[in-house]
């Protein structure tokens, strides 16, 4: 999962950082964590599964 371009300066010269999940009651969060080496900001994805699919449809490409 790679984000586009930097949301504050439009720039693509990203570090992505390690991800990391979270496991709540019926969701698992998947956070993405990217620095932009342009104008560094930072900036997160956050992915959001059921957790009972989220290890068997993680790489579906029709997440509901
Ligand atoms: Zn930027």
Redesign the pocket.
Known sequence: MEPIM?P??G?TNLFQEDDYSLELDNEFWTIHHWE?M??A?SFDKIEVLPASNAFEEINESTIH
């Open positions: 930097c504050f300066c720039g932009c342009d104008c900001q």
